[in-house]
């Protein structure tokens, strides 16, 4: 059974960056069917995607956030790390990371079947 | 930039079938799926690739898609089916960039 946890700091202060880990376990990063991608929400508003990473190490990431955002992976430690720089307090939000799995060869169809139950992120002075 | 449109609300009584839409110009070209988000918990998935339903999820979950609409059906909402309620699908210019819609808020009273 695949889970998945996120953690990182509750509180970051405004232009720090934010480093957020995604922890999974349950089948190695380097299985091919073991991508990974970060969500948000920020309160009262829909859920955002922002950013992807698959078993053999493509990346991509939402076009409004890709000067600040990046995705990367260490296996041997199963983790999945996302930075976001120069933060703002917009960007106080719930952030999650799932299991992306691929409905094509390429995976440029996907969904998340697996998610982590979130880490909560303020962004005050 | 592509945007995937669902009506903000939808209210029902129980028993009534919900269908909630979503609708992309890309839709024909790409597999939905859809998400529950109650309060306090992670989203779940309730469809994926249009109409497949994950194991676990009760029958009265479907989804189906036609030109550029995507449509979850709840048929014999019940009260604990009151939720927001996502679709989801990726960009076809060549990446795996996800896009999320705006959210359906439905209420079941």
């Known amino acids: 059974q695949v889970t998945l946890k996120e953690s990182g700091p509750v509180l970051v202060k405004p232009t720090e960056t934010l480093t957020l880990t995604c922890t999974v376990s349950?089948?190695?990063?380097?299985?091919?069917?073991?991508?990974v991608s970060w969500i948000r929400q920020p309160p009262g508003k829909a859920l955002e995607w922002l950013a992807y990473?698959?078993?053999?190490?493509?990346?991509s990431y939402t076009t409004s956030l890709s000067n600040r955002l990046t995705i990367s992976k260490d296996t041997s430690k199963s983790q999945v790390v996302l930075t976001m720089s120069n933060m703002d307090p917009v960007d106080t939000a719930t952030y999650y990371c799932?299991?992306?799995?691929?409905?094509?060869?390429?995976?440029?169809?996907?969904?998340?079947?697996?998610w982590g139950k979130g880490t909560t992120v303020t962004v005050s002075s | 930039s592509y945007e995937l449109t669902q009506p903000p609300s939808l209210s029902v009584s129980p028993g009534q079938t919900a269908r909630i839409t979503c609708s992309g110009d890309?839709?024909?070209?790409?597999?939905a799926s859809w998400y529950q988000r109650k309060s306090g918990q992670a989203p779940l998935l309730v469809i994926y690739?249009?109409?497949r339903r994950p194991s676990g999820i009760p029958e009265r979950f479907s989804g189906s898609s036609s030109g550029t609409m995507a449509t979850l059906t709840i048929s014999g909402a019940q009260v604990d089916d009151e939720a927001d309620y996502y679709c989801?699908?990726?960009?076809?210019?060549?990446?795996?960039?996800?896009?999320f819609g705006g959210g359906t808020k439905l209420t079941v009273l």
């Open positions: 989801y699908s990726t960009d076809t210019k060549g990446e795996h960039r996800g896009i």
């Open positions: 890309e839709m024909p070209k790409k597999y």
């Open positions: 990473i698959s078993a053999n190490d493509e990346k």
């Open positions: 690739e249009d109409s």
């Open positions: 799932a299991r992306t799995y691929c409905s094509s060869p390429s995976c440029y169809d996907n969904y998340m079947d697996v």
């Open positions: 349950g089948s190695s990063l380097s299985n091919a069917k073991m991508s």
